[in-house]
Nanobody, 119 residues
Framework: VQLVESGGGLVNPGESMRLSCEAS??????????MGWYIQTPGKQRELVAS???????DYADSVKGRFIISRDNGKNTVYLQMNNLKVEDTAVYFC????????????WGQGTQVTVSS
């Protein structure tokens, strides 16, 4: 499974941005039953931002609830993260992740995309 992210960049506080991540390669559909986004900031481990199952069950970090929306298109093997009302503290490298189970972090990772929120 290869995960390719798009989106990211520099925005002002309060603005919006959408990230996309497409899974490609040869794999069973169950391999990406759960897709999500993690962030990593210097000196910290990767932290979950949001995840979504194939059945569209979602989970969010408390810090983004009400601002971020995760969605997926199963036919396109793609997950999206709509980020609204961005804050300076949302600045991080965002990594796409995929795996077969919601109980463990998936084994597949994208290359990461930088999101910078700054005035």
């Amino acid at each position: 499974v290869q995960l390719v992210e798009s989106g990211g960049g520099l925005v002002n506080p309060g603005e919006s941005m959408r990230l996309s991540c497409e899974a490609s390669g040869s794999f069973f559909s169950t391999s990406i039953d759960v897709m999500g986004w993690y962030i990593q900031t210097p000196g910290k481990q990767r932290e979950l931002v949001a995840s979504i199952t194939r059945e569209k069950i979602t989970d969010y970090a408390d810090s983004v609830k009400g601002r971020f929306i995760i969605s997926r298109d199963n036919g396109k093997n793609t997950v999206y993260l709509q980020m609204n009302n961005l804050k300076v503290e949302d600045t991080a490298v965002y990594f796409c992740n995929a795996g077969p189970s919601p109980d463990i972090i998936g084994p597949y990772w994208g290359q990461g995309t930088q999101v910078t929120v700054s005035s």
